[in-house]
């Protein structure tokens, strides 16, 4: 089994920054891409941004230039520093990640709790 771990939501004012983190752990034989998703209130959920293992990255075309995705290879770890904050960007964060689990050699994603970001003054 595989567990993920989110943090660093929150209410900030509009203009201003979170970092958000998840933390995968369990029978982890490798991490491949790893991702943040968001889904606001009545709209579907939204790839927000993706990490593969070689650290390429690719942003949806709202948060670019505003939001930056980096991973951890060694903690199996991914953060989603967010700046320049609209309120438009608010939502429910999901970490999802694709993992190979070392215990049945199966490949399969994973979804965070997710975690509630608010952007309002």
């Known amino acids: 089994q595989v567990q993920l771990v989110e943090s660093g939501g929150g209410l900030v004012q509009p203009g201003g920054s979170l970092r958000l983190s998840c933390a995968a752990s369990?029978?982890?034989?490798?991490?491949?891409?790893m991702d943040w998703y968001r889904q606001a209130p009545g709209n579907q959920r939204e790839l927000v941004a993706s990490?593969?293992?070689?650290?390429?990255?690719n942003y949806a075309d709202s948060v670019k230039g505003r939001f930056t995705i980096s991973r951890d290879n060694a903690k199996n770890t991914v953060n989603l520093q967010m700046n320049s904050l609209k309120p438009e960007d608010t939502a429910v964060y999901y970490c999802?990640?694709?993992?190979?689990?070392?215990?049945?050699?199966?490949?399969?994603?994973?979804w965070g709790q997710g975690t509630q970001v608010i952007i309002s003054s």
């Open positions: 990490i593969t293992d070689g650290v390429t990255a």
């Open positions: 369990g029978s982890i034989f490798r991490v491949s891409a």
């Open positions: 999802s990640v694709v993992v190979t689990d070392s215990t049945n050699w199966v490949t399969r994603r994973y």
